[in-house]
């Protein structure tokens, strides 16, 4: 089911990162009228959205397809996320929960690996070559970020219940998911340094934030359930 809390439909998301790439096509394009603009940010929007709204309906068919479906996709401002009330379901298997995982990130894979090939057909400096960039870096962002071992996201269960398989406790697996994001999180922390050293702010500004986030629930500042 798809649940909708009042008006958290409407595309508050899109209409943000529409004016968003619409002054990035003006940043790098200065010649380019703000209706020029305006058409370039309508198109490169979507390949930057969509790739998160295939990913969640990547999970979909991925717990669909192993007999454990979602119990809800809500949209939230014009966004879907993945609803399982119960994470810690033990009607569903390590190798279930893994499958369910997994299917995001396979998914922008494809994708990205698609983009990468469709980026050949392009024209440096065309329109097009800015929409399959897009393509590119968002479809790398989510195969690549979604793994990080941080629950909530991806890795975090792939981490855990790859640990539950091998014979760990749920309190075990837990622990350990805490140790190894303090290790990630400082590995973090010292790309962001070395990015904003570098004068790459968007990238250091990227690690910044998900190395709080992965310290944070290292040191159980931040739960699996709350970081849902």
Same mark, same amino acid.
């Given at each position: 089911?798809?649940?909708v809390?009042?008006?958290?439909?409407?595309?508050?998301?899109?209409?943000?990162?529409?004016?968003?790439?619409a002054w &990035?096509?003006g #940043?790098?394009?200065?010649?380019?009228?703000w209706? %020029? /603009?305006?058409? +370039?940010? !309508?198109l490169?929007?979507?390949?930057?959205?969509?790739?998160?709204?295939?990913h969640n309906?990547?999970?979909?068919?991925a717990a669909?397809?192993?007999?454990?479906?979602?119990?809800?996709?809500?949209?939230t401002w014009?966004?879907?996320?993945?609803?399982?009330?119960?994470?810690?379901d033990?009607s569903?298997?390590?190798?279930?929960?893994?499958v369910?995982?997994?299917?995001?990130?396979v998914?922008?894979t494809?994708l990205?690996?698609l983009? &990468?090939?469709? #980026?050949?057909f392009?024209r440096?400096?065309?329109? %097009? /070559?800015e929409v +399959?960039? !897009?393509?590119v870096?968002m479809?790398?962002?989510?195969?690549?970020?979604?793994l990080?071992p941080?629950?909530?996201i991806?890795?975090g269960?792939i981490?855990?219940w790859?640990l539950?398989?091998r014979g760990?406790s749920?309190?075990?697996?837990?622990?350990?998911v805490?140790e190894?994001n303090k290790?990630?999180?400082i590995?973090l922390?010292?790309?962001?340094?070395f990015?904003?050293?570098?004068?790459?702010k968007?990238i250091?500004?990227?690690?910044a934030?998900?190395?709080?986030?992965?310290l944070?629930?290292?040191?159980?500042?931040?739960?699996?359930?709350?970081?849902d």
């Amino acid at each position: 089911p798809i649940v909708v809390n009042g008006l958290t439909w409407l595309p508050f998301t899109q209409l943000a990162v529409w004016g968003i790439m619409a002054w &990035v096509a003006g #940043r790098d394009h200065p010649e380019r009228s703000w209706l %020029a /603009r305006l058409r +370039v940010g !309508a198109l490169t929007m979507p390949v930057i959205l969509g790739p998160e709204w295939g990913h969640n309906l990547a999970h979909a068919a991925a717990a669909q397809l192993v007999g454990k479906p979602m119990d809800a996709l809500r949209i939230t401002w014009g966004m879907p996320l993945v609803v399982y009330h119960d994470i810690n379901d033990q009607s569903v298997t390590p190798s279930q929960h893994i499958v369910r995982a997994l299917g995001g990130p396979v998914f922008n894979t494809l994708l990205f690996l698609l983009a &990468v090939i469709s #980026r050949q057909f392009t024209r440096l400096g065309s329109v %097009a /070559r800015e929409v +399959v960039n !897009a393509a590119v870096g968002m479809n790398l962002f989510l195969s690549t970020v979604s793994l990080l071992p941080i629950p909530g996201i991806d890795g975090g269960p792939i981490l855990k219940w790859s640990l539950v398989e091998r014979g760990d406790s749920l309190e075990q697996a837990d622990e350990m998911v805490k140790e190894v994001n303090k290790v990630v999180g400082i590995g973090l922390g010292s790309g962001a340094v070395f990015a904003f050293k570098k004068k790459r702010k968007f990238i250091g500004a990227i690690l910044a934030m998900f190395s709080l986030i992965a310290l944070a629930v290292g040191w159980g500042l931040i739960s699996e359930q709350k970081a849902d």
